[in-house]
């Protein structure tokens, strides 16, 4: 274990979060709120610069540092729990959360691109703290950790280990030859559409700071609004449609995006995973906006598709935004709902959940099986699309998908101990394991996390954590082999 390597980098990632902020303390300046309110953002950012400081002094005459699988998902996992303990102290010396362990969720919501709220009055926050909310989501979503590989060759390090370690699918597509490249050009595109997307809001009418918010929301699909009805505060159907659309670009694999923009647009369509992600998000709108209009929830078939399909994106994609109290819907859509919580977006996106591309890897794998049974003499082979999946890639995905539920089921029994009812219970589980935010019951769209006690949102941070680092790189810390000649 090189742990004094592991330090370096942490400390590197801890002044990344920091320099974001001490561009939000910049607003609070700008918009002359309170002294207690600006030294809230920026004391912690001097303590993560001056932890990197230190880190840079201890370590100038090492040689290049090196990871090995074992340091790259401490490093990784590390990042998360330490971006999000000093995230949290804005919001407590600030005093708009007193209690340190909820803005620790908060926080750890944002990060993870969850979504999941503590806050019963979001307007009353002060606008850099809100911004340095959003901004939590925008750097989780394509990850610190993938920023910080986009800029590692400047501090001499081989990134492959920390971005596998990350990564939101079953591996790390190289768009370019280099993986610091990769990483810039993942950062470019994720930064170029958040930018198109702030402009298409304000055109339609938000003020650029919430259209800022907003934005840094649905691409990091994390789901967190400036006002506390979330995106259902405006009525404007211009920017429900672009918000749903947007949170769809945040679901799908940004490896897409850069063969699009490279004028690839055929391999963007042969993509099966992509065409399985267009399907489910296409069918499950339309069928909820027929049963929202044959139940009369709204008066036209067009207001019900418009609804339906922000609400399918959004929870589909794991963003969480809510145009209405979906919790009010018709049995068929709930239930449709529930089932879009276990699915989650493309890997390689910013979406949260299982992954389309590993349930289309299981179904594949049980129809083969069922091929194999009706005729055992055969030899069949997996595909996905041309390409043949190798045997450790499926047990790699089963085996996950497998833990995934089994701490699933291990949260639901933890959490049953609050007392809440089966509802709130199970789909807060799903909501903050699949990074989605908003569950159904007492957790859903019009309500908060708020009531939970201390242990029960410890628990559900670290389901967070789990979810959005895809299981194995936080579990495996836990076995006793991972520790083994420490």
């Known amino acids: 274990m090189h742990i004094k390597s ?99 969720f908060e926080t750890m919501s944002g990060f993870t691109t969850t979504g999941a709220s503590i806050l019963t009055d979001i307007e009353a926050l002060p606008r850099s703290l809100l911004l340095w909310r959003a901004t939590t989501h925008w750097l989780g979503g394509m990850g610190i950790v993938v920023l910080l590989v986009a800029v590692l060759p400047a501090l001499g390090f081989s990134a492959i280990r920390v971005m596998e370690a990350e990564a939101p699918g079953p591996s790390v597509d190289r768009i370019t030859p280099h993986i610091s490249s990769t990483a810039k050009m993942l950062w470019l595109i994720y930064l170029g559409i958040t930018l ?59 490896t897409l995006h850069y063969r699009l923009l490279t004028g690839k647009p055929r391999s963007v369509l042969k993509d099966t995973e992509f065409r399985v992600y267009f399907a489910i998000f296409a069918i499950a709108s339309i069928a909820i906006g027929f049963d929202l209009l044959t139940h009369g929830t709204y008066k036209s078939f067009g207001e019900s598709i418009r609804y339906s399909s922000f609400q399918v994106s959004s929870i589909l994609t794991t963003t969480g935004f809510a145009t209405a109290d979906f919790g009010t819907w018709p049995t068929l859509s709930l239930t449709v709902l529930l089932v879009l919580m276990f699915i989650g977006g493309c890997a390689g996106s910013t979406g ?65 101990f609050t007392g809440v009812d089966i509802l709130t219970n199970v789909t807060a589980v799903i909501a903050n394991l699949g990074n989605i935010g908003p569950g159904l019951g007492k957790v859903g769209p019009v309500y908060n996390y708020s009531f939970f006690p201390w242990w029960a949102k410890v628990w559900l941070s670290f389901a967070m954590l789990v979810g959005r680092l895809e299981v194995y790189t936080v579990l495996v810390l836990f076995s006793k082999k991972f520790w083994k000649s420490f």
């Not at 594949?364 to 595909?383: C, D, L, Q, S």
Request: with cysteine; aromatic share 14%.
């Open 6 to 104: 592991i330090l370096r980098m942490l400390s590197a990632i801890l002044m990344i979060v920091s320099l974001f902020m001490l561009a939000c303390s910049l607003l609070a300046i700008f918009e002359q709120e309170t002294l207690l309110t600006t030294l809230s953002l920026v004391i912690p950012a001097a303590i993560g610069i001056g932890f990197f400081l230190v880190m840079s002094l201890v370590s100038r005459n090492d040689k290049k540092p090196f990871l090995t699988n074992r340091d790259g998902f401490l490093l990784v996992t590390l990042s998360w729990v330490f971006a999000s303990a000093l995230g949290a102290i804005p919001f407590v010396l600030a005093r708009s959360i007193p209690s340190y362990i909820d803005a620790f």
């Open 352 to 416: 949260g959940g299982i992954k389309v591309i590993r349930i289309v890897v299981l179904f594949k794998m049980a129809m083969t099986e069922m091929r194999y049974v009706a005729n055992p003499r055969g030899v069949y082979t997996i595909f996905l699309g041309s390409k043949a999946l190798r045997k450790n890639v499926i047990y790699d995905i089963a085996a996950l998908v497998f833990l995934y539920f089994v701490f699933f089921f291990i949260s639901v029994l933890v959490i049953s």
């Open 196 to 254: 198109l997307e702030i402009v298409l809001l304000v055109i339609g009418g938000m003020t650029l700071f919430d259209a800022v918010c907003h934005a840094f929301a649905t691409m990091a699909t994390g789901g967190f609004s400036t006002k506390n009805t979330s995106v259902a505060y405006y009525k404007s159907g211009f920017i429900h449609w672009v918000i749903t659309i947007f949170m769809f670009i945040a679901g799908t694999n940004f």
